[in-house]
């Protein structure tokens, strides 16, 4: 997906200038856009800048951020510790392995989350507006 730092460096400049084309954020771009922020700004501050820059790119590209479209706070959350957990254990390597690894690890599949949340949970309009603590545990 992206070999060198500056592909990376020029996808998020893409993605902060709301020129990104709708077709290129997907899974694994939220993915690198995660690790782009958690790797250049604390967790707090990363989750900041994540959740105000998906709501404007969601609203540039004609995307609603509203109880059943757009940002989804628990998933932005989740993903984030996941992918936090993820940095210390590859933190030596350069960013563009680093993300290659991380795109082949559980946190790349969508239904990832499933494995803590129940669907009616996760997809209710209240995940989707602020932080839910999971309802299940691995092996439920």
């Known amino acids: 997906m992206f070999s060198t730092s500056q592909e990376i460096e020029s996808f998020v400049r893409d993605f902060e200038a ?53 940002y989804h706070e628990t998933l932005t959350r989740l993903f984030l510790r996941g992918i936090a957990a993820h940095i210390p254990e590859h933190g030596g390597e350069p960013l563009p392995e680093s993300l290659a690894l991380l795109l082949q690890s559980p946190l790349a599949q969508k239904d990832w989350p499933l494995s803590f949340y129940s669907r009616e949970r996760l997809f209710s309009a209240a995940a989707r507006r602020e932080w839910l603590e999971p309802d299940m545990t691995l092996g439920d």
């Not at 084309?21 to 771009?29: E, I, K």
């Not at 800048?49 to 109880?67: F, K, L, P, Q, S």
């Open 18 to 70: 709301r020129t990104l084309p709708a077709s290129r954020w997907t899974h694994q771009a939220h993915l690198l856009v995660g690790l782009w922020y958690l790797t250049h700004h604390s967790h707090d501050d990363a989750l900041a800048v994540v959740r105000e820059r998906i709501r404007a790119y969601n609203e540039a590209v004609g995307t609603a951020n509203t109880d059943s479209s757009g």
